[in-house]
């Protein structure tokens, strides 16, 4: 019978929730549709596959420059980045031995290869997205499947169709992706759901013990998503006392941030991460210019870290390879930010006191980080501390003594905390100062 061990677990996940803040990649052939919803527009559309595959032809890749990326990922001071390695339209990015449908075939580079290398290179931690479902091989289900793209073609059938040869091949892929590429930091299976056309397709139907066993052999400290046992919708058995063996090391919120975190059913808080799109797309989109600006995706990590979870930015590269120029300069603002205040982030997670009205709190150990995002009258008030806790308060952007003030203003309210920022009603980081905090014990 299968244990969950939870020491294990808190060893395996320790990178992770310090890490916090993840680049994430969809790219893939779909970028030459290049319209909404990209990467599922084989299925949005039921386009037949000699209409759609015929686009890896034009998948050239060649201002594809991983090198850049990792410096880009690591200036905004991203830890670790997943790469789609293949999507739900079969087309992989890899060199792998068992189909000629990928892109070594075409643009002759392994691209899953150049991405490890210049992502460890630059120190970063590196994760591989797999998609379980395949809308390419011909004994993934057809017919009896709610999104496959030929669901509704009345000249199509599953007779024939042996869905073991399937799990054969996945289960083929993903060791080749545990084998041939060093050492793999996370691994993102995509996705499992109900499917009122034929069976669900969830934990069992994909060999899910029997896959997750050989990837935790392959790769014994792999962090592993949750989705064998659900999608974006629900989130698995790590929400109970007693997770399965396949309920993978984190959830997955997607395009949102929990309002309150995420909890278990004994009331402790569950490793999280959330992805986010940088606009409102994955895969590559044309016209889709909704793109968050810099101190939008630096206060919703923030967000993140005070309720305890991770934040996974998307970015869609289109067929050459290029991530839109928006992407780079935000990138760069939220690095500018990052390298002043990352300290407040990293090795961070929620503080477990009082929200103050100005922001949020994050902490560190013994160090309280007081995110203010919007200017206060003269003083800003510290709450959940007290004088006698303090050993030093410093603006972490610089690294200024701050004092706590006691005048005429703050009299009526002697057991609060208050620091100055200055005369200034313009905070010295409008996005967001932080103040830390240095307690005299944790
Ligand atoms: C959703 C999307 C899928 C995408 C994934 C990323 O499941 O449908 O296309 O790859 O999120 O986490």
């Known amino acids: 019978m299968y244990e969950f061990d939870k020491e294990a677990y808190r060893k395996r996940t320790a990178w992770f929730t310090e890490a916090r803040f993840g680049f994430y990649i969809h790219w893939g052939i779909y970028a030459i549709p290049g319209r ?4 599922w527009i084989r299925s949005i559309e039921q386009i037949p596959a000699e209409v759609y595959e015929p686009f890896a032809k034009e998948f050239t890749a060649e201002h594809y420059d991983p090198k850049k990326w990792a410096r880009m990922a690591k200036d905004a001071g991203m830890k670790y980045a997943v790469m789609i390695t293949k999507h739900h339209d079969g087309f992989c990015l890899f060199d792998s031995k068992l189909t000629e449908f990928k892109a070594p075939a075409y643009c002759g580079r392994d691209l899953i290869r150049e991405f490890v290398d210049a992502f460890r290179a630059e120190g970063l931690r590196v994760g591989l997205y797999y998609s379980i479902i395949d809308w390419h091989h011909p004994d993934f289900m057809h017919k009896a499947d709610i999104y496959h793209p030929d669901r509704s073609r009345p000249d199509v059938t599953d007779e024939g169709r042996d869905f073991n040869r399937y799990l054969a091949y996945m289960h083929g892929q993903v060791r080749e992706l545990m084998t041939n590429y060093g050492k793999i930091d996370v691994l993102w299976l995509d996705y499992s759901y109900p499917n009122p056309a034929g ?7 994909w060999e899910a013990t029997k896959l997750v066993r050989m990837v935790r052999e392959l790769q014994p400290e792999i962090m592993i998503d949750n989705r064998l046992e659900c999608g974006g919708h629900g989130f698995g058995s790590l929400m ?14 997607e395009q949102i941030v929990p309002p309150n975190g ?3 059913e004994l009331g402790e808080r569950v490793v999280w991460e959330s992805g986010v799109t940088i606009n409102n797309n994955w895969g590559y989109c044309q016209l889709d210019k909704n793109f968050k600006p810099a101190d939008m995706v630096i206060k919703k990590l923030v967000e993140c870290v005070s309720k305890g979870g991770n934040l996974l930015l998307n970015f869609g590269p289109d067929r050459r390879g290029d991530i839109p120029e928006e992407c780079e300069q935000i990138l760069a603002e ?22 103050p009205e100005y922001g949020r709190i994050t902490r560190n150990g013994n160090k309280l980080y007081y995110h203010v995002m ?5 003083y800003v008030y510290l709450p959940g501390v007290s004088r006698s806790q303090i050993k030093k308060i410093r603006l972490l952007r610089d690294g200024t ?17 208050f620091v100055s920022l200055g005369a200034s009603p313009v905070l010295p980081d409008p996005i967001d100062t932080v103040i830390e905090v240095e307690l005299l014990e944790a």
């Open 262 to 264: 995420l909890f278990n």
């Open 401 to 417: 003594e701050l004092k706590i003030v006691e005048d005429w203003i703050t009299t009526n309210y002697p057991e609060l905390v």
């Open 374 to 378: 919007e200017s206060q009258i003269t």
């Open 240 to 253: 109970t006392a007693h997770p399965n063996e396949f309920s993978g090391d984190f959830v997955s919120p």
């Open 334 to 355: 939220v690095g500018r930010w990052m390298r002043r205040n990352g300290e407040s982030i990293h090795g961070c997670g929620c503080a477990e006191l009082e929200k």
């Open 199 to 205: 069976t669900d397709m969830i934990g069992e139907t």
């Open 36 to 39: 909404q919803n990209s990467e």
